[in-house]
């Protein structure tokens, strides 16, 4: 897969100006679309539009949270974490990963809806390359042409309605 190089101005200039990207997601906004890999009535997963790895994923509450600590309760963190290991489970077996990387990333001057990435270090690359550089848009990002994009993402809800641990709802959202 190719990289590209990434427009880190415009990126940063859309996070901070634009509408909220999840929200904007779930609200069928066009410039927001994203292939959504699992979603139910609180939570909804997605490839990343922009890919350092094959397969990433961001898990998002469909509530607009910006505070994991604050605004969540236990249940619902709970319930949270849940989703967001039950689709690293599938990243991982649809990516054959050597090692899946979880975080949570956004700031409240942009990107502020909770969100978690999942991202899984394909086999074989080499440890300077793995970690924070693997995860950094700054080393460029996949080209994921729509059809492949649209593939793994199919893929990714076949990996995680054979678990049978979510129950799986409306996954038709997507590009």
């Known amino acids: ?74 249940a619902a963190y709970a319930r949270l974490m849940l989703v967001v290991r039950e689709v690293a489970l599938a990243v991982e077996a649809v990516c054959e990963s050597e090692r899946t990387y979880l975080y949570s990333l956004g700031s409240q001057q942009g990107n502020a809806h909770l969100h978690w990435h999942i991202a899984g270090l394909p086999s074989g690359v080499p440890y300077q390359q793995q970690q924070f550089h693997a995860l950094m848009t700054e080393h460029g990002v996949l080209s994921v042409p729509q059809k492949e994009a649209a593939a793994m993402a199919a893929r990714l809800r076949d990996a995680v309605a054979s678990r049978g641990i979510l129950r799986r709802q409306d996954t038709t959202r997507g590009t």
Not at 43 to 63: E, I, M, N, S, Y
């Open 1 to 74: 897969m190719n990289r590209q190089a990434m427009d880190l101005e415009a990126y940063a200039d859309r996070a901070r100006r634009g509408p909220c990207f999840v929200c904007a997601f779930l609200a069928g906004h066009p410039d927001y679309a994203h292939e959504t890999v699992f979603e139910d009535d609180h939570h909804v997963a997605f490839l990343d539009r922009w890919p350092t790895v094959p397969g990433k994923v961001l898990v998002a509450p469909k509530t607009h949270i910006e505070h994991v600590v604050r605004d969540m309760d236990e």
